[in-house]
């Protein structure tokens, strides 16, 4: 059974720092892209950050470079969104994504799982 479940998340003043965490489990996570995002109410589920299956790119928004930093620890299937000078509109539900390229048939698909969310509050 797949699962990633997030914890970290909470209420914090601006200017503050979070950690968020994600632990897998059920599916080979040294092969899985993984990736942070986050969702307001109304709107879409925004990328945040991303790293690759090594651990050796990543990739951010341009919202949150240079205050956020994705990691990931192979060896004990976790990523991790460390967060921080927070800011209000950084107030969503952050959600851990994993993330594989395969073939079927000669076409490319893509494999996704997905935590359940976490929420984040920036606010004094």
């Known amino acids: 059974q797949v699962q990633l479940v997030e914890s970290g998340g909470g209420l914090v003043q601006p200017g503050g720092s979070l950690r968020l965490s994600c632990a897998a489990s059920?599916?080979?996570?040294?092969?899985?892209?993984m990736k942070w995002y986050r969702q307001t109410p109304g709107k879409e589920r925004d990328l945040v950050a991303a790293?690759?299956?090594?651990?050796?790119?990543?990739n951010y928004a341009d919202s949150v470079k240079g205050r956020f930093t994705i990691s990931r620890d192979n060896a004990k299937n976790t990523v991790d969104l460390r967060m921080n000078s927070l800011k209000p509109e950084d107030t969503a539900v952050y959600y851990c994504n994993a993330e594989k390229e395969i073939n079927l048939a000669g076409r490319s698909r893509y494999v996704r799982y997905w935590g359940q969310g976490t929420q984040v509050t920036v606010s004094s």
């Open positions: 059920g599916f080979t996570f040294s092969t899985y892209a």
């Open positions: 790293i690759t299956s090594a651990g050796d790119m990543t």
